[in-house]
């Protein structure tokens, strides 16, 4: 049995208690928050039975040589991943982190560094890798059924109102590390890498700030880029469409697809290059794709089963902290690219304006001033359209 402790008790720290309940090998004993009525709050809710038997408190340091804790998992602020993950990774603990991994690539470095050192085990929560339909067509692409991608355009849309970056450590670049795209578009930027099985080659991007004027983030932005093996890519997403629309269109050799919500296309072209359905083959690739076998659990809760995996069999865990990194990778390069109206090539190298906090900070547009700063919002959180 894993003893769990939960840092961060918001509303997706309340996601990663619910996900570590409904797993056997699990026992949720400790929870961490600045305001520890949270924690109060989430034992009366979910497991008031047990309201004796688990430590509260509001100074994560106070768990750090408890010897009964074994996985630790953090639902913090960006800005405080890079110190809580370490400490934890140093005192033994096996770590399961929140997206995004961190503020900035020098400080996921020294993350990764950490763990390298400690023989401990940290992994990312990419939850929206996790569903059937997506699962079942990374397995198929990754098998060779579609052919090679040619193109992929991503679109990564989501609705906040103005007021979302009312709470404290939103909206800036120093305590969010970005805009839309890191918080919400960092999981079609973690899938569009997963599926395409590297980081593109070069990204240009465009960026800008419409409707949040609390912010000094972007809450739009474009990108363009170019992958190994010349398939090409585009990404659109904001922070302002009440649509909500998220998803991807992958153009391949032998089919085109959609997802999460699944759709297959199969053409054959006739005498003359006018294309006409190909019923016989894409029947084939249906039928391939509905017998692939799923596990129950999707979102987070497959997240947190599949880490406790990957601690139980000594086996790397399926989002790790360089899919982490190259998450980040790939969203500093587009801000420095729209920053800088210039194409970027990746890798990006230590020497870049971005690699540093410091440089992120000096180097990124401040589209509006933050003035507004409130502890706690009332409301309840929504997840993407892969979840729905």
């Not at 090998?25 to 008031?48: D, G, H, N, Q, W």
């Not at 450590?169 to 969010?176: I, V």
């Not at 194409?343 to 180097?363: M, Q």
Request: glycine share 8%.
């Amino acid at each position: 049995m894993h003893s769990v402790a939960i840092i961060g008790t918001g509303s997706i720290g309340k996601v990663h208690v619910e996900a570590f309940m409904k797993d056997e090998r699990c026992r949720v004993v400790a929870l961490c928050s600045r305001t520890t009525s949270k924690c109060e709050e989430i034992i009366s809710s979910l497991m008031p039975e047990r309201k004796d038997e688990i430590t509260i408190t509001d100074d994560w340091h106070t768990l750090l040589d408890r010897k009964d804790i074994d996985i630790v998992s953090i639902a913090l602020p960006p800005a405080l991943h890079k110190e809580v993950t370490i400490a934890f990774l140093k005192s033994g603990k096996d770590v399961l982190l929140e997206k995004p991994m961190a503020l900035t690539l020098e400080e996921e470095d020294e993350m990764i560094a950490a763990e390298r050192e400690s023989g401990r085990k940290l992994g990312i929560i990419f939850q929206n890798r996790y569903y059937h339909d997506i699962q079942r067509a990374k397995k198929m692409l990754s098998e060779g059924y579609f052919g090679k991608v040619l193109s992929v355009d991503v679109t990564s849309h989501w609705f906040r109102g103005a007021n979302y970056h009312n709470l404290y450590w939103r909206g800036t670049w120093a305590s969010e590390g970005g805009g839309c795209l890191t918080s919400q578009g960092v999981h079609q930027v973690d899938m569009l890498l997963w599926f395409m099985g590297s980081l593109p080659e070069s990204i240009t991007g465009t960026m800008d700030n419409r409707t949040h004027t609390n912010s000094e983030t972007e809450d739009e932005g474009m990108a363009f880029m170019r992958f190994p093996g010349k398939a090409l890519g585009s990404l659109t997403f904001s922070l302002s469409d009440m649509n909500e629309f998220q998803g991807f269109r992958f153009q391949c050799e032998k089919a085109a697809f959609t997802i999460p919500s699944w759709s297959l296309s199969v053409k054959k072209p006739q005498p003359n290059g006018y294309p006409e359905e190909d019923k016989e083959e894409a029947e084939r690739l249906q039928r391939i794709f509905d017998s692939i076998p799923v596990d129950e659990k999707v979102g987070h809760d497959k997240a947190v089963s599949s880490f406790v995996d990957a601690v139980d069999n000594g086996t790397e865990p399926d989002a790790t902290s360089l899919d982490g990194r190259n998450a980040t990778e790939f969203i500093d390069a587009f801000y420095l690219s729209a920053a800088t109206e210039e194409r970027v090539n990746i890798p990006l190298g230590k020497d870049s304006p971005v690699y540093t906090k410091e440089g992120l900070v000096s180097t990124m547009p401040k589209f509006f001033k933050k003035t507004i700063s409130t502890e706690s919002q009332k409301g309840n959180m929504t997840l993407g359209s892969a979840s729905k």
